[in-house]
């Protein structure tokens, strides 16, 4: 099953509106011969629009960092996925294990923004994964496997479809520990596994990324697995030759 591979930029809490429109005017132009690898990047909200409007004709698709699921109302500080429509967002990252961990992420909200970004016709970039803990207990299959569960209640094939999973071990996020390729392509397989149970039609269309600690230098080891269909990037989405370099990791294998 070919599945193009995906590369995503969660950019997280930096860079201002001009800062932004550096690094998007930077990815654009590199990026724009390339053909085999899709690639997004998720600014903070605050300068999605220009971004946006920066990559307009271009490649780079336009992702959000997170979402609210009511489409508008009394919800002082939240930004529904009918505005990021609005602004030409392709991508929303939902259940970043940064989200879950400091501001109450809970598998059923994951499932609510979700099922919002679906019915917009936008896609979820779902992330599941373990911390230390979990993972030292003997408790990684277990976890992903509940993550994915409730993350995709109420799922049909098509909507399976639309979606991407990314698997970030809460370990490997910004800590510089990326997780063997042995241990990214065991749960990828293990995640592919427990969808081709439910959706057994869609299995193998579905793009699985590994996030956490991806650099140049180990990009095209992780990306050359056979369950491992992308990359979402956090530190090194920062830096567009370092982004590049992933973008790019067939060059260096
Ligand atoms: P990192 O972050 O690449 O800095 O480890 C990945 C992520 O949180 O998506």
Redesign the pocket.
């Known amino acids: 099953m070919a599945r193009t591979p995906f590369v995503c930029g969660?950019w997280?809490l930096h860079k201002t509106v001009a800062e932004s429109l550096d690094l998007a005017t930077a990815i654009k132009n590199s990026v724009a011969p390339i053909r085999d690898v899709e690639v997004a990047v998720a600014p903070v909200f605050t300068a999605l629009h220009a971004v946006g409007k920066r990559l307009e004709g271009s490649t780079v698709a336009l992702a959000a960092q997170d979402c609210f699921w009511e489409d508008q109302g009394a919800w002082t500080g939240e930004v529904s996925v009918r505005l990021l429509v609005d602004l030409g967002v392709k991508y929303v990252i939902v259940g970043?294990?940064?989200r879950r961990q400091h501001f109450g992420e809970t598998d059923a909200s994951v499932n609510h923004k979700a099922q919002a970004i679906l019915r917009h016709g936008l896609r979820p970039i779902l992330?599941v994964g373990e911390t230390l803990a979990e993972r030292e207990a003997g408790e990684t299959f277990g976890r992903i496997a509940a993550q994915l569960a409730a993350g995709l209640v109420g799922f049909s094939p098509e909507m399976l479809n639309e979606t991407v999973l990314?698997y970030?071990p809460v370990w490997?996020?910004?800590?510089g520990k990326v997780a063997t390729t042995q241990q990214a392509e065991e749960v990828h397989a293990f995640i592919r596994a427990q969808l081709r149970e439910r959706w057994p039609t869609t299995a193998d269309h579905v793009r699985i990324q590994y996030?956490?600690?991806?650099k140049p230098d180990n990009a095209a080891g992780l990306l050359s697995q056979p369950n491992i269909d992308g990359a979402?990037?956090?530190?090194?989405?920062l830096k567009s030759d370092d982004f590049l370099g992933i973008v790019k990791y067939r060059l260096s294998k």
């Open positions: 969660n997280k970043h294990s940064e992330c990314a970030e490997a996020i910004g800590t996030g956490g600690s991806v979402l990037v956090g530190g090194a989405s």
